[in-house]
């Protein structure tokens, strides 16, 4: 929650709040989770979850904010001239998961995503709204939301097996590596013609 609602002590609290909440909705799950437990894992009074969120889905709404630096990242990337832009768009994805704070939230939003669905819709509509619409409308061509959804696979699946599952040699090997094996692929999906 760095640069949104109050400074000072009250802002660290609803900070505390909201970490606390991530990390019970992702390992309990949403429904599982009360907002006193919540509370009790922050280290703070049960009424001030209720003042600064008001109701457990309001709660929720905050816990599914991406990091600040995601829409940004994601959009500089885009930004890039075409024939950079599949080593930008891994390289912008890596930063943001290499981040320890902002892989936090990531990763939190995805577990959480994964048993609620109300999570997963929020998950869906900002996906599309700071991913998909920035990746196709950087694109020239008739094939751009294709275009989006194909490097989603591939970027996506990168994430799973490197920092949700950890899972094969892709969660071990070095960012640059990553970036050097899997670039080529999103750039023949950003330019090359589909079958």
Request: hydrophobic share 45%; aromatic share 6%.
């Amino acid at each position: 929650m760095s640069g949104r609602g109050p400074r000072g002590e009250r802002g660290e609290q609803a900070d505390k709040i909201i970490a606390a909440a991530r990390r019970a909705f992702a390992t309990r799950g949403y429904a599982a989770t009360s907002l006193r437990s919540v509370a009790q894992d922050a280290g703070v009074d049960p009424g001030l979850v209720l003042y600064y969120f008001r109701t457990k889905t309001g709660l929720l709404e905050a816990v599914l904010q991406p990091p600040e630096a995601f829409g940004a990242t994601v959009a500089a990337a885009a930004e890039q001239p075409l024939h950079e832009r599949g080593r930008a768009f891994v390289q912008a994805t890596l930063q943001l998961w290499e981040d320890a704070a902002s892989a936090e939230i990531l990763r939190s939003i995805i577990l959480t995503a994964a048993q609620e669905p109300a999570a997963l819709e929020r998950l869906r509509q900002l996906f599309c709204e700071l991913v998909l619409a920035v990746v196709s409308r950087s694109l020239p061509d008739a094939e751009r939301n294709l275009r989006a959804s194909l490097i989603a696979t591939q970027i996506d699946g990168m994430i799973m097996n490197r920092y949700i599952w950890q899972v094969g040699d892709i969660a071990a090997l070095p960012a640059d590596a990553v970036t050097d094996l899997l670039a080529p692929t999103i750039q023949r999906y950003l330019v090359d013609p589909l079958p």
